[in-house]
């Protein structure tokens, strides 16, 4: 049985409307990604995130096929990988993503990295977005992993302020400088990562789901920490996208809209910042490290 959606929406700096809380497909294969996307969407998730870079596209649309649900209330997004950025480039990625996917429009069109070493292709492929906008073919576009100065150097350039720039923030990384930018700016935050599962694969002494702070509110709400977690995220007015690919896990994910934190337990959960960032520092992403060849459609 499809559930309702009881997702709130924040209004980007267009008036599109995108859902706070989504799935994620980061990692997850060709073969789990259908079946995770029908479940999120069936469990009640009008938000699905993909990438060219994550190669599973074409699963995601036959995933949302297959869930029944139209077209017109799912929420979709991707990004280009840095190996397509150009104009030209550019618009021919957002042929093949959206021919992968099975749609003619796409709700959100993203630039995943910065691209620091070359950021005249990134303008570039800015570029491109402002122009698949203007022409109607995406709603909204945006960047993920832009630090300030990256920023700084867009928006000299460009006519279109992103309406989302999707980076990593948990608790134990929360960039609240970066926050503060966006806020400024207009751009609305999405995190990657949201409920730390980076905190437990890529090394440090400690992992979210473990900490004590998270799991006694979790305890004293009857719920799990990374529906804590997820829950901060929606209070603070943030985007989140968990990657699951176990139905009961995504259920489990989409179960925190009939609770909320108390001041002090969000002030917890905002002291439990460390500052380390467990991700690739936006600017190591260069062609010669990660280029790779995004297949044509």
């Known amino acids: ?9 924040i209004t980007l700096n267009n008036g599109v409307e995108l859902p706070a809380l989504g799935l994620g497909v980061f990692q997850s294969s060709p073969a789990d990604t259908v079946g995770a ?10 938000l699905i995130d993909t990438a060219a870079a994550y190669l599973n596209e074409r699963e995601v649309g036959e995933g949302i096929r297959r869930s029944g649900i139209p077209r017109s209330e799912v929420f979709i997004e991707t990004k280009i990988w840095i190996s397509d950025y150009g104009y030209d480039a550019t618009l021919h990625a957002f042929d093949k993503g959206a021919c992968k996917l099975g749609v003619d429009q796409l709700d959100l069109l993203l630039l995943h990295q910065p691209l620091s070493s070359a950021f005249e292709r990134t303008l570039d492929a800015y570029r491109a977005l402002e122009k698949l906008l203007a022409e109607g073919r995406v709603r909204a576009i945006g ?7 990256h920023l700084d150097r867009l928006l000299a350039r460009a006519s279109v302020v992103p309406a989302v720039n999707q980076i990593e923030v948990h608790p134990y990384f929360q960039q609240t400088a970066l926050r503060r930018v966006h806020a400024e700016r207009g751009i609305a935050t999405q995190a990657w990562s949201p409920i730390g599962g980076i905190t437990s694969y890529w090394g440090g002494e400690r992992s979210a789901f473990d900490d004590p702070v998270l799991l006694e ?30 139905p009961a896990r995504i259920e489990e994910n ?11 337990q969000v002030a917890a959960i905002n002291a ?5 960032r467990r991700g690739p520092d936006p600017d190591s992403i260069t062609l010669e490290n990660y280029g790779k060849v995004i297949p044509e459609a």
């Open 143 to 149: 960047v993920s992993n832009f630090m300030p100065e």
């Open 37 to 46: 996307v029908e479940a999120a969407l069936r469990t009640g998730y009008r």
């Open 272 to 276: 439990l910042d460390t500052g380390v």
């Open 254 to 264: 989409s179960a925190v809209f009939d609770f909320e934190l108390a001041k002090e």
């Open 217 to 246: 509110i979790a305890r004293l709400h009857n719920k799990s920490a990374a529906q804590v977690m997820l829950r901060w995220h929606l209070q603070e007015g943030r985007s989140a996208i968990p990657k699951s690919v176990k």
């Open 1 to 9: 049985m499809t559930k309702t959606n009881p997702t709130p929406r």
